[in-house]
């Protein structure tokens, strides 16, 4: 056949993101990047904490100000993870990207454990500093739902025996959740509020010392990469159910 007979296909998914529409193109990428990735985790997260508990005490909080070391990357991944359910739900229902809501299933459970981290740490940090565990303040509420929606669409997964109608009811619902995202970064500027504002992403730069900064920073690079694993690993895992489901069905239909 020659080059000009090909289906057109061949050129669409021959680079690019669309290329790995293709499951067997990406259960080959993800199988090479897992182990690298873990690895490169597993050394932030190594450098990270040696900085973290050699990092100097606050002078107010003294040091129970370590607990900021994963309590505020928790924070930031529950948010990162939410907002890339988002755009995989945007490829769900436009695209129509075959991994889409695979992607999308796969961070589920993922981002409902980060996001209780957060509000677990968040909860044995402000014991000290506020005197209760628990307050209803503008952030900690507004997490708080995100935790919720999380689990609702994880409940949404569970009621809907149909991938394709369970695919697109929990992609309207996230990005119907997603108008959270913003009024979790600035419930501290909008309301008064026990939280600080922002002191890291700042117009003016971070407002923490670099002794504090960079082993935050640093902590939350280990956990973004430890993210990345649990989600190609799930998603690599989510291929294999749906194949498995598909390959069951078949053999039923043949059966019978």
Known sequence: MSDAAKPAETDITSGGWVAYANPARFLRLADRLIGPLALLAFALLAVGLLKAFSAPEDYQQGVTVRIMFIHVPFAWLAMFIYATMAVSALGTLIWRHPLADVSAKAAL???????????????????????????????????????????????????????????????????????????????????????????????????????????????????????????????????????ASALARRLARDAG
Request: charged share 10%; net charge positive; glycine share 8%.
């Open 109 to 243: 459970p993922i981002g409902a454990t980060f996001t209780a981290l957060c509000l677990i740490t968040g909860a044995l940090w402000g014991r000290p500093m506020w005197g209760a565990y628990w307050v209803w303040d503008a952030r900690l509420t507004s997490v708080f739902v995100l935790f919720l929606i999380y689990l609702g669409l994880m409940a949404i997964h569970r009621a809907i025996d149909d991938p394709g109608r369970a695919a697109r009811a929990a992609a309207i619902v996230t990005l119907v959740g997603a108008i959270n995202l913003p009024i979790i970064k600035f419930s501290v500027d909008w309301w008064n509020t026990l939280h600080q504002p922002a002191s890291v992403f700042r117009m003016d730069g971070p407002t923490i010392h670099p002794t504090l900064l960079w082993p935050l920073m640093v902590m939350a690079l280990g956990f973004t990469c430890l993210f990345l694993v649990l989600h190609l690993m799930a998603m690599r895992g989510e291929i294999w159910n749906r194949r």
